[in-house]
């Protein structure tokens, strides 16, 4: 089930991805709560996921879309990347996609936010 809210697709650099909301106990093997495919532009995720959880999980998947995006690793590799590498990742990375998906940036800040002691909100 598509959580409210969620985003149906998220821009990643070139790329145009699609979610798909899955329901109840779905998940990938064990500890494993989404999967994201290079080919098809897709990325699933159970849509039943706690909160947290969730918010995890879709960046999860989403940083595995924005390595490949950005050259640093294709499907079934390991990259090897340094400490530095990764905050690189993170600082370019991050605010771009964030800047290309607004609502999405709206949703996942909702997942995280504590409902009764958080001015931040959105
Ligand atoms: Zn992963």
Excluded at 26 to 41: H, I, K, M, P, R
Excluded at 59 to 83: F, I, N, R, W
Excluded at 93 to 116: C, G, H, I, T, Y
């Amino acid at each position: 089930m598509k959580p409210e809210g969620a985003p149906d697709t998220v821009r990643v650099g070139l790329f145009d991805y699609q979610f798909v909301w899955h329901e109840g106990t779905w998940s990938v093997g064990n500890q494993s709560y989404g999967t994201c495919d290079f080919t098809t532009l897709t990325i699933d995720l159970n849509g039943n996921l706690p909160r947290q959880r969730l918010a995890s999980s879709f960046q999860h998947e989403v940083t595995h879309a924005g390595l490949d995006a950005l050259g640093y690793c294709s499907s079934g590799e390991k990259a090897e990347l340094s400490p530095e590498d990764v905050c690189i990742f993170n600082s370019k990375f991050w605010p771009m996609f964030w800047r290309n998906n607004p609502e999405a940036l709206k949703w996942w800040l909702s997942l995280l936010a504590k409902e009764d002691v958080d001015a931040h909100k959105p």
